[in-house]
Every structure is written in structure tokens, then in C-alpha cells.
């Protein structure tokens, strides 16, 4: 079974420019999540969907970036412009989430991102 | 405020042996916990969960205890193969919410 998909796996831009993250989660999952992973902060959630609707977005850093998934089997994370320190590795996983919790999320293998 | 803590940023366990990685909480409302191993250049893959009605959860080699009372939590991984050698996070997961909070990680080194 294929699972999340990220692409691309890699990007290095310079600063200013517009960066695209994409993402595929698995077919029947519905509640999606974007992760940043640092140095610093560790892994911490930027944004989740379920039923391709946002419903907590507390964790984006910055107006810069924004989340969209306008269908069940696609999202972008994009972030402009894009500035040196959002070099990190960003994360996106699935779920399939029900009314008692717990579920497991299922990661990509992210996409390392680096910002001159 | 780090929510979730592993104090222990890494551990050295002889193959065979037991590897015992320790998790903190400070939020008593946490409903769920969840283990994640991490390799280099791959994504987490999630290990095992516990909710917070039970104390033990076991599955093949992984079992993970809850002690509610002390807000603590640990993996045990018996006999240790060289294959767990990966960076292992404890997350968590509040009553009614998807989201989760994640510690900052421990980095397993199984000895052949």
C-alpha cells in the first residue's frame, strides 16, 4: 500500500523565492497534518485538516505561510517569501481519524528544505 | 512550556538486551500517548499507543507502561536488535483532539 507521498524530497532555493511543499496522503484518510522539524523546536505541528477543512492552524509561524487541500488526496503547504530560517524539514502525515482519538498518524518522509 | 519531555537525548543498550526509553508529561488532560521510531531521511513510523484508561500495552517485543499518577511513561524494548537503533519520540494527544505533541526524542544505539 503506498503511503504518504511528499514531493519534492529536496529543495534549495534562495531567499525570497516561493516554495511549494506537496503532499498525497493515504486513499481513505481523512484528517491531514503538516510538521516542521528543527534543531531547535523539535517536531511541532503547523497546521491540520480533516475533511480537507482546516481546523487548527495556531501553529503557523508567520502570514509567509499557508496550507491549502482542495480535494481528499492533496495538499500544499507554501510558503511566501521564503526567508533562511524556515530552512527545516517539513512533514506531512495522515489519518484516519474517529470519534474516540488516538489514532496513529502516518508520516511522509519529508522534504528537506534549505533557504540561502 | 515543553509539554512532553525525554530528558535522556540518548541511549546505548547491548543487542539482547533491554532498551528502556523514558517519556514526562505535565498535562494531565493527555488521552493518548504514542511511540515513533525515526531513521535518518525517513519520516516517524509509528511504534504503539496507550490510552490513558490502561497502565500496559504490549506488542511483540514493545511494551509501554503508563504510570498516570507520576505523568511518566516508558518504552521497553526486549530483546534489543540492532535494527531499533533510531531516534524514538513519545507523543500525546489531548481528550477530543487529533493533535499531537511530540517529545524532542531519544537516539537508540543497540551494541552488537
Known amino acids: 500500500d503506498a503511503g504518504v507521498i511528499q514531493s519534492p524530497r529536496h529543495e534549495v532555493t534562495e531567499m525570497g523565492q516561493e516554495v511549494t511543499l506537496r503532499c498525497k496522503p493515504i486513499s481513505g484518510h481523512n484528517s491531514l497534518f503538516w510538521y516542521r522539524q528543527t534543531m531547535m523546536r523539535g517536531l511541532e505541528l503547523l497546521i491540520y485538516?480533516?475533511?480537507?477543512?482546516?481546523?487548527?492552524d495556531s501553529g503557523m509561524p508567520e502570514d509567509r505561510f499557508s496550507a491549502k487541500m482542495p480535494n481528499a488526496s492533496f495538499s500544499t503547504l507554501k510558503i511566501q517569501p521564503s526567508e533562511p530560517r524556515d530552512s527545516a524539514v517539513y512533514f506531512c502525515?495522515?489519518?484516519?481519524?474517529?470519534?474516540?482519538?488516538?489514532?496513529?498518524?502516518?508520516f511522509g518522509d519529508g522534504t528537506r528544505l534549505s533557504i540561502l | 512550556d515543553q509539554q512532553v519531555k525525554q530528558n535522556s537525548p540518548s541511549l546505548s543498550v547491548q543487542e539482547g538486551r533491554i532498551s528502556i526509553l523514558n517519556c514526562d508529561y505535565t498535562?494531565?488532560?493527555?488521552?493518548?500517548f504514542l511511540w515513533y521510531k525515526k531513521y535518518p531521511a525517513e519520516g516517524p513510523t509509528f511504534l504503539i499507543s496507550i490510552s490513558s484508561i490502561k497502565d500496559k500495552n504490549e506488542d511483540g517485543r514493545f511494551t509501554v507502561f503508563l504510570n498516570k499518577s507520576a505523568k511518566h511513561l516508558s518504552l521497553h524494548i526486549v530483546p534489543s536488535q540492532p535494527g531499533d537503533s533510531a531516534v524514538y519520540f513519545c507523543a500525546a494527544i489531548l481528550r477530543g483532539n487529533e493533535k499531537l505533541t511530540f517529545g524532542t526524542g531519544t537516539r537508540l544505539t543497540i551494541i552488537p
Open positions: 485538516f480533516n475533511n480537507n477543512v482546516p481546523i487548527d
Open positions: 498535562n494531565s488532560m493527555f488521552d493518548y
Open positions: 502525515a495522515s489519518s484516519l481519524a474517529s470519534g474516540g482519538g488516538g489514532q496513529p498518524q502516518h
